[in-house]
């Protein structure tokens, strides 16, 4: 049995708890956060105990932790936490500084503790079914893929301004789709973005709107689109064009009742947002990291995929803001020196 402790028990920290505490060879033992008062009452729902993240880092009886605190405290808790010899789930993204995600890989290469990192949308049944078949080479060889990802409103702008940005905060999630589904990091960045949902994320220095295109050396090309709002829910699809074929992962729809009459065809809307749509990812992916770290294996998303993912989300920032390609080098995907 993996015991576990969770930091932060905000909204997403709640979907965690959850998955720890569902799954039969994990137990929730300790929630921390920094309001008190939060840690105590998801603590008491779980019948975990209340404590601080010093407690956490010395209690040897915990053999993990759950890491779902704000970003600017990723690397941090990573580092102490491999430092005491734990396993470690963080969420995305590792750092909103490439520098510090890459001092952060190479600090915890030194430990034994295995560290994964929360993309969860690899662990969406839809999207796993789709990677798998293009594994199997059933289309043979990938041309051209298209992520689609748009939320149904804008967060509110006192978020935006601490987000790091909708390329690090909300396309990492396709960065990294890309790179696990080609298999492998781009070479060239070309990003476009604009603010036309909401005036107010402009001014706070960000884009809510936004289409990146992706270069591999030996000509594959991905196209992702993101927006901040798509009034009818969330939209999340995922299309490969492959040599021999075509796979395609279509959105999840609040239900599956379709009604024809002669004015035409009606089915109802994509489930609003994500913790509708990727609850049971969310679940999955906390049941491949219990699987690995009970087994000794490594971990489905590594740290290194997080470093990857940050740097292709820091091009691409790079790239909106210049209006220039950018290349990807391998100083941006490797630990720092």
């Known amino acids: 049995m993996l015991r576990v402790a969770l930091l932060g028990a905000g909204r997403i920290g709640q979907v965690h708890a959850r998955s720890i505490a569902a799954n039969a060879h994990s137990a929730l033992v300790a929630v921390a956060d920094v309001h008190a008062e939060a ?7 779980y019948g975990a105990a209340a404590m601080t993240v010093e407690a956490v880092l010395a209690d040897a009886s915990i053999d993990a932790v759950l890491i779902a605190t704000s970003t600017d405290t990723h690397s941090d ?17 590792v750092d909103l500084s490439l520098a510090r995600a890459q001092a952060c890989l190479a600090a915890t290469q030194h ?49 935006v301004k601490v987000s790091g940005g909708l390329f690090r905060d909300m396309m990492i999630h396709d960065f990294d789709m890309a790179c696990w589904i080609y298999g492998g990091a781009p070479d060239r960045v070309t990003a476009v973005g604009s603010s036309i949902v909401d005036p107010a994320i402009g ?29 009818y829910g969330y939209d999340q699809r995922v299309e490969l064009l492959g040599s021999e074929g075509l796979l395609g992962a279509k959105n999840v729809l609040e239900n599956t009742v379709e009604k024809i009459t002669v004015a035409g065809a009606v089915s109802a809307k994509p489930e609003y947002f994500f ?54 080098s391998a100083a941006m995907l490797e630990a720092a020196a």
């Open 77 to 93: 808790l990573i580092e102490a936490a491999t430092a005491a010899g734990k396993a470690v789930l963080c969420e995305k993204p």
């Open 39 to 45: 840690a105590a009452k998801l603590a008491e729902a």
């Open 275 to 328: 913790l509708e749509r990727y609850m049971r990812a969310y679940a999955a992916e906390w049941s491949a990291f219990v699987a690995a770290v009970a087994a000794g294996t490594a971990v489905p998303v590594s740290l290194q995929d997080g470093v990857a993912a940050l740097a292709v989300a820091e091009a691409a920032t790079r790239s909106a803001q210049t209006g220039q390609t950018v290349a990807l």
């Open 203 to 231: 001014a706070a220095g960000d884009v809510d709107t936004a289409v990146v295109t992706l270069i591999w050396n030996d000509g594959r090309i991905a196209v992702i689109k993101n927006s901040r709002r798509a009034v």
């Open 111 to 159: 430990h034994k503790a295995p560290v994964m990192i929360g993309f969860n949308r690899r662990f969406d049944p839809n999207f796993a079914a789709l990677k798998a078949a293009y594994d199997r080479g059933e289309i043979g060889k990938g041309e051209l893929l298209s992520v689609t990802s748009f939320d149904p409103a804008p967060p509110p702008v006192s978020y």
